[in-house]
């Protein structure tokens, strides 16, 4: 327990100097929320950091001492709302030493929505569409091209899914694997992404695989700002390989944990 020492010239008094006033996540994460304190009194103090949610409950809080003119960052960690949406949180200074709130900054969380249904192949291939040669692999539990012919192909995997209202598209993120044996007899390899409303692509995008390094496989994220207009929408991931011909002996390629993020109008 430290000892407070009183400045009878002044009392302390504390600020948030810097926080996050936009806070994005998925339903029921669990996030960090920082915030940076100082004390702008006169004298050493302790302050209680509290942090609400929309229904005004005391979510959590931490007690941290300052000194005059010291500044302090406090992480703070909170679970965000179940439902997707966007709700006004709160971050109260409660002065220990003089027992007033010094300071108040709200924060706007936002619980964005997962459009893709079964995204990590756990419901085998619930929900998609998948063309020859791809198929879940229901033991690793994931999509996977896993061939040994010399045919150049081009398919996909691919899910429709609703947007009922306007939305904003703010992210999307998979896990991919590519390898070739041997990788020499592979002139082109690449995962292709497209966003697409009819026949019309909205968005696109290619994740590559080189010959040199043979096997890619890692996370895939884009951040988008792609708004959609209430309707039916088609993602859709395309592997395709042009093999040359003779001696490729196995190519394969895996994709996983697919997302697709919505952020509420
Ligand atoms: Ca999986």
Redesign the pocket.
């Given at each position: 327990m430290t000892v407070v020492a009183y400045s009878e010239t002044g009392q302390p008094s504390f600020q948030i100097a810097e926080y996050n006033p936009q806070v994005y996540g998925t339903s029921s994460e669990i996030t960090t929320l920082s915030f940076t304190l100082v004390n702008t009194g006169g004298a050493p103090g302790h302050a209680e950091l509290q942090l609400y949610n929309h229904n005004n409950q005391l979510l959590t809080w931490q007690q941290v001492a300052l000194q005059p003119g010291e500044t302090i960052t406090v992480p703070l960690q909170a679970k965000l709302p179940p439902s997707p949406g966007t709700y006004t949180w709160a971050a109260k200074v409660y002065n220990l030493d003089t027992g007033s709130y010094d300071d108040e900054k709200t924060i706007t969380v936002t619980v964005l929505s997962e459009l893709i249904r079964n995204g990590?192949?756990?419901q085998g291939s619930a929900y998609w569409n998948l063309e020859n040669p791809w198929y879940v692999d229901t033991s690793?539990?994931?999509a996977r091209a896993h061939t040994r012919t010399n045919e150049d192909f081009s398919a996909s995997i691919s899910q429709t899914f609703e947007v009922p209202g306007t939305v904003t598209l703010t992210q999307l993120q998979l896990?991919y694997y590519m390898y070739a044996s041997p990788p020499g007899q592979v002139e082109a390899l690449q995962l292709s992404i497209t966003i697409e409303r009819d026949t019309t692509t909205l968005w696109s995008d290619s994740i590559s695989w080189d010959q040199s390094t043979n096997l890619a496989s890692g996370t895939y994220t884009a951040p988008l700002s792609l708004q959609l207009t209430p309707g039916t929408y088609r993602l859709r991931i395309a592997a395709i390989v042009d093999v040359k011909r003779g001696g490729l002996s196995e190519l394969d390629v895996r994709v996983?944990?697919v997302s697709l993020l919505a952020a509420p109008p």
């Open positions: 990590d192949f756990s690793l539990q994931l896990y996983d944990n």
